[in-house]
């Protein structure tokens, strides 16, 4: 339970190679800095990286220290480690991570493991425990399978027999918990595998750190910070223990605290602060500090995490961070690695289709009454399958759509033209057998980018996702409000237009916006919109009632009413609302 706040704890992470070297005097200055402006309910302290194993008697020292101070103290391993003498020799290693078919290495583990648990009740991984080895053993040992298959096996072998059971061997009350990295749509190419390994270890972890997409070599849409947490909620319900973020390569102040902000709204457990040494002096820190207590009061007015299903199966990639990017404009997201069947409204992208048996429960799902948006990315792998089952005609034309104008083709003066060009893969589909919903093309020629068809008591919709992922920003807002409301539900009534704009949902109906501090920086008008019935928005902050109108607008050939609300957001502050009925 956090000492500073109600909804979750603050932690800092030490690694082996600061830890080795810190004093007392050391850690008294330390500590003063990072307790004055976050709180410090938490550490992991680091036994093993790399070349560094911290001797036992400095690991209590400093346990003993923060204890002390009323911090609870867990122990913590990267699994990467140094050339030793036993071990094989001339392994292209990425990173330092272990071979695990070296037996030297593998008892090496084996002790490390036993050593952390020896001194701690709990016990966590960094994120290198991954294996991309391809030795010459390694080659041997894969055999006939593919690498996928191969490192899936022996990654739970490794984290059963030299992991977890070794160090419960020592220590049975200890509790393991891995931590996954960042990078979700790779996890099973390196041997990282949260399906086969939840019976295993007793809790998990996620990194949310995003850093500056634009100038970092993965290009994480800020909004990872969020999904992933829910992610992972979501695959491991109930223990997922927090979520992990950095100061590196944030080129401001925004940029470190959006990190904080977001792993706070997907309702982490702990807001995991790597590292130690990166923290003191930093002014990062000083804002973070500033802001902190600002979250913890907006999340005592909120409800559960909740927003539209997107289904990522275990093991999956393509069309990466898209649902992600649908975050960044104000799509309330809730990814989940199984089939939500019963939800009312589900988004599948192109990793959906690694599930060989989805248009089976596609097409039960249509038929009974539920509505699906799929992507082109999942039309490619399963149109020859979607059109002998009968739910759709249509088909990938191979062509592509340059896009200048877009057409709202249930407004009869729904027109945007003199757009940035935008790429979409060209859908085929036959006139009046279903119906586009949005248009978008240029000179005389146009295309669907969001058809719409019906089966059974359902609705099948297909959305053309821009070429190059990062186009989605340069649609005009008029045309990614039309997706927007085909995702509207029963369970999730309230959509908001604008660009660069997050809305966080809850159950309970409260809402965070958030602007992030980029491109166009300064403040900006928003609307909100609902289908229920209301009398104001309120602004949880303020208590302030702000009035609403009706809308009256015609699509999908039915007259919808809707409600809105006018906000004005300010770059890098967040806000919280709620409907008054």
């Not at 877009?406 to 935008?422: K, L, R, S």
């Amino acid at each position: 339970m956090s000492a500073h706040f109600r909804n979750f704890t603050t932690v800092v992470y030490i690694p082996a190679w600061i830890g080795q070297n810190l004093t007392r005097e050391k850690l008294e200055t330390d500590y003063a800095f990072i307790e004055k402006y976050i709180g410090l309910d938490k550490v992991y302290l680091e036994t093993h990286r790399g070349g560094v194993d911290i001797k036992e008697d400095q690991l209590l020292m400093i346990r003993d220290f923060l204890q002390d101070k009323g911090v609870t103290v867990s122990g913590g391993i990267t699994t990467t480690i140094d050339d030793f003498d036993g071990a094989e020799k001339g392994k292209r290693r990425l990173f330092g991570t272990f071979c695990y078919t070296d037996p030297a290495m593998r008892e090496r583990m084996k002790q490390i493991s036993e050593y952390a648990a020896r001194l701690f009740d709990e016990v966590i991984l960094d994120d290198f425990y991954f294996t991309n080895c391809t030795c010459e053993r390694c080659i041997k040992e894969k055999g006939d399978r593919d690498w996928v298959t191969f490192r899936r096996e022996l990654m739970r072998d490794v984290s059963k027999n030299l992991v977890v059971d070794p160090a419960k061997a020592v220590n049975p009350g200890v509790k393991m918990v891995i931590k996954y990295p960042n990078w979700r749509e790779s996890f099973h190419f390196t041997g990282y595998v949260p399906e086969a390994q939840d019976d295993i270890f007793d809790a998990t972890y996620i990194g949310t750190e995003t850093r500056s997409p634009q100038y970092t070599d993965q290009h994480l849409p800020e909004y990872l910070s969020y999904s992933l947490v829910r992610f992972m909620e979501n695959a491991w319900p109930g223990r997922c223990g927090g979520g992990w973020f950095d100061t590196y390569q944030c080129y401001s102040v925004d940029r470190y605290l959006e990190q904080a902000y977001l792993t706070a709204f997907a309702q982490a457990k702990e807001l995991m602060m790597f590292q130690w040494s990166d923290l003191i002096d930093n002014p990062y820190v000083c804002a973070l500090g500033l802001q902190i207590g600002k979250i913890d009061a907006l999340m005592d007015k909120l409800g559960k995490a909740t927003g539209i299903p997107v289904y990522i199966p275990h093991a999956s990639c393509g069309e990466n961070h898209l649902e992600m990017r649908l975050g960044m404009l104000g799509v309330p997201i809730e990814p989940v690695p199984y089939f939500p069947a019963t939800e009312p409204k589900l988004l599948l992208t192109e990793s959906a289709a690694e599930d060989k048996g989805i248009v089976d429960k596609l097409a039960a799902y249509v038929e009974k009454g539920g509505d699906a948006v799929i992507t082109t990315g999942f039309l490619k792998h399963t149109g020859d399958e979607l059109r002998n089952r009968g739910l759709t005609e249509a088909y990938l034309g191979g062509g592509r759509v340059n896009a200048t104008r877009y057409q709202v083709t249930g407004d009869f003066a729904g027109y945007t033209e003199h757009c940035i060009p935008v790429l979409f893969p060209e859908i085929v589909h036959g006139n009046n057998a279903s119906w586009s919903l949005l248009n978008a093309g240029d000179g005389d020629e146009h295309s669907s980018v969001f058809l719409r068809s019906a089966y059974g008591k359902g609705r099948l919709y297909i959305w053309a996702v821009p070429e190059h992922g990062s186009d989605i920003y340069r649609m005009p807002q008029e045309a990614v409000d039309v997706l927007k409301r085909a995702l509207l539900s029963s369970g999730h009534d309230t959509y908001v237009t604008g660009n660069d704009i997050s809305m966080f949902t809850y159950d309970d109906g409260s809402v965070i916006l958030y602007r992030y501090v980029k491109n166009d920086n300064h403040t900006v008008r928003v609307t909100l919109h609902t289908t229920k019935k209301v009398k104001a928005l309120k602004d949880l902050n303020s208590g302030r009632e702000i009035p609403v109108r009706e809308k009256f607008l015609f699509e999908d050939f039915e007259r919808h009413t809707e409600y809105v609300a006018e906000v004005i957001l300010q770059p890098g502050m967040f806000s919280g609302f709620k409907w008054e009925e």
